[in-house]
């Protein structure tokens, strides 16, 4: 009989012993700051229906590894970690409102990106806080740096964004809902040129014109050569010029929203009083991360604001936010609000996390960037 | 002179900034019919690009100031960007189509003009694509370099087809019955006419574009925003628009 090399799919590789015990030493580090601050470690079966799929949007839906059971039901390699969580979660009738705070590490599977249809497993860590309490939990954020922390990374970048803000501004920019949605597409495949193409085709007067030169550039860095607002970490002075910038931004959006009167070539836009109070709830929620988490930074850290940041997952709703190492073009990862997720499941919790690559974080501890630390800060 | 390997280095180990406090950029630059209107822009742009214009020149890293450029093939410089390796790429948009990587357009730089059309040969192909099958019945061969392309319209255009992809010469594929239409690129159209083809349906338009990876667009924000708008402004006065 022949014998047949049996390689692992492509993207799926094993781990030797060195390997695994670099792995080993980062995923104790990790794993001790956060039980450290009360998380408590998930497991959920690699095998979700592929109904769970579906409620983190065509996104996931599209990207997952399906199969089909011998009972002729639809599965897939789990996408990602927090529909799993809250399937889990919803499942236990014993939990009521009392969920206790928690976090993972461990492999994910997706299609790959280039459309070759390799499938690719990830290792991720995670955390999630759920709870009965609406307000999104800015500490998801500040837990997120306190793990590149704990591994010695110190110089990073952060985007942090809001849904809620975003669509007032769009709708402040006169954008229909169908332009919208066409707009959050082009923002989240990163087709800028589309996205401004779209925008510029709102303007209707000198008025629309200047409204568009004040508020695109929040939604699509460097549009007109706009900077975004950012801020180093401890950084006092940059934190209060970001706040002034957000508080500009605030009232010029409040005033379109209150009185309308934005031109399109359709006609005057009209007057939306009903999303002011949403306006000015998701600023504050805002202004609130931005203030902990710059304090928490390390100076060579920055933070930019960007309404226009779309995560993949189409269940985030408020708070969103990317982190960025420079030893890949992609984001290390980021997180947000769920909420509608959430709901999706049939539960009432307001839930925030963030999901890392676990991955990078044991391949920049591996380069010497790490350094011996036993506490995040 | 900065080797490949230190090049490698400096890019691992995080670049210092240059002269004015900006700090050295990597640009990958498409080889072939676009790279001296690219070479062109950037000049134009205030960039020193003369050393991309060194044809005798086999070396595929040229550092000009604190620029440093890769030649590569069109279809490797998304890949070269979303992974970090370059902050900004500029490509056409057909090659970056078809790619899916995950980067961020940021302009449209207005040269290399070109049409990604479904074509085929006179007279069938036209009732061939309106019917969305083959004229026997069959569901449609669709021959193209652009597979990823080729099926997403084609999907969305709820033909079913089954796409052939090749590498060159595409023309020959229904000329010879191996399909039945193709997906390709045209400028002026000539090759498609000297081959008793024509185009069917317009896809999309591709120029070539700017692009850069989300982390690059965040650590070097000033600098990218900042040439960006420098690169619009010389595309906008018309440098090389159409036909190169």
């Known amino acids: 009989m022949k014998l047949v090399a049996d390689n692992t799919m492509s993207n799926s590789r094993d781990m030797m012993p060195a390997e695994n015990n670099l792995r080993r030493t980062v995923a104790r580090k990790l794993t001790d700051l956060l039980q450290a601050q009360d998380f408590r470690e998930i497991a959920t079966s690699v095998f979700e229906p592929y109904s769970t799929a579906q409620k983190c949007g065509e996104w996931f839906a599209t990207r997952c590894c399906k199969f089909v059971a011998p009972s002729g039901d639809l599965y897939v390699l789990r996408p990602e970690m927090t529909a799993p969580i809250i399937r889990a979660l919803s499942n236990r009738a014993d939990l009521g409102e009392d969920v206790p705070r928690l976090f993972y590490l461990t492999n994910v599977f997706n299609l790959s990106g280039d459309g070759a249809g390799s499938v690719v497993e990830q290792w991720q860590v995670g955390a999630e806080v759920i709870s009965s309490d609406p307000r999104p939990l800015a500490e998801s954020i500040t837990l997120s740096l306190d793990l590149l922390g704990t591994v010695g990374v110190d110089e990073y970048r952060i985007t942090v964004g809001h849904t809620g803000l975003q669509m007032a501004l769009m709708v402040a920019l006169g954008l229909t809902d169908k332009d919208r949605v066409t707009l959050e597409s082009y923002l989240q495949q990163g087709l800028y040129v589309d996205a401004k193409s779209l925008l510029l085709s709102l303007v209707g007067d000198d008025d629309s014109r200047s409204l568009l030169s004040s508020l695109g550039p929040w939604l699509i860095p460097g549009f007109r050569g706009g900077l975004p607002a950012s801020c180093s970490g401890q950084d006092q002075v940059g934190l209060a010029r970001l706040k002034e910038r957000l508080q500009n931004l605030a009232a010029e959006v409040k005033t379109r929203l209150a009185g309308g009167g934005v031109t399109r070539e359709a006609g005057v836009v009209e007057a939306r009083p009903e999303l002011v109070s949403a306006l000015e709830r998701g600023m504050a929620e805002l202004v609130a991360a931005i203030d902990r988490t710059t304090r928490q930074m390390p100076p060579e850290a920055v933070l930019r604001v960007s309404l226009g940041l779309v995560r993949p997952q189409s269940y985030y709703q408020g708070l969103v936010w990317e982190i960025y190492t420079n030893d890949s073009g992609l984001a290390l990862g980021g997180g947000g609000q769920y909420d509608a997720l959430i709901r999706r499941f049939g539960r009432q919790w307001s839930g925030t996390g963030f999901a890392l690559s676990f991955d990078r974080l044991v391949d920049l501890a591996g380069q010497g960037r790490a350094k011996d630390r036993s506490s995040p800060h | ?244």
Request: net charge neutral; proline share 5%; with cysteine.
């Open chain 2, 1 to 244: 002179m900065l080797t490949d390997s230190t090049f490698h280095d400096r890019q691992k180990n995080g670049p210092d900034r240059g002269r004015d406090g900006h700090r050295p950029l990597t640009i990958a630059v498409a080889k072939g019919r676009m790279l001296e209107a690219t070479a062109q822009l950037l000049a134009r742009a205030g960039l020193p690009a003369e050393t991309l214009l060194d044809t005798a020149s086999r070396r595929l890293v040229r550092v000009a100031g604190d620029i440093t450029y890769l030649i590569l093939k069109p279809a490797d410089v998304a890949t070269y960007v979303e992974q970090g390796v370059a902050d900004l790429g500029i490509a056409g948009r057909d090659s970056l189509a078809e790619s899916r990587r995950s980067i961020i357009e940021l302009e449209d730089l207005g040269f290399g003009l070109c049409q990604m059309v479904v074509a085929g040969p006179q007279p069938s192909a036209r009732r061939s694509w309106l019917e969305g099958k083959a004229l026997t019945g069959r569901p449609l061969r669709v021959a193209t370099k652009y597979p990823r392309v080729a099926s997403d319209f084609f999907n969305q255009a709820s033909r079913p087809a089954e796409v052939i992809p090749l590498h060159g010469n595409i023309e020959l594929a229904p000329l010879m019955g191996l399909a039945d239409l193709v997906v390709d690129i045209v400028q002026t159209g000539r090759t498609l006419r000297e081959n008793g083809l024509e185009v069917v349906e317009e896809i999309f338009t591709s120029t070539a574009r700017l692009v850069s990876s989300a982390t690059s667009l965040q650590i070097k924000n000033s600098e990218i925003v900042n040439l960006a708008g420098e690169l619009a402004r010389a595309a906008g006065e018309g440098v090389d628009i159409a036909g190169r």
